[in-house]
């Protein structure tokens, strides 16, 4: 399962500077809100 997980991480580091590089802050910041303003507490 751990492997999975490392697997996807760099996956995701990936797409992040794809889209650092691609694309503006403002988008980003639009992108990113929704993910960083969840409550994930049960």
């Known amino acids: 399962m751990s ?3 490392e697997t996807l991480k760099d996956a ?3 797409a992040a500077a ?3 590089r691609s694309t ?3 988008e980003i910041f ?3 809100f ?3 303003a ?5």
């Open 3 to 5: 492997l999975i997980i």
């Open 38 to 42: 969840r409550d994930f507490r049960d």
């Open 30 to 32: 639009e992108i990113m």
């Open 12 to 14: 995701a580091d990936a």
């Open 24 to 26: 503006g802050v403002n």
């Open 18 to 20: 794809g889209l650092a």
């Open 34 to 36: 929704r993910y960083g």
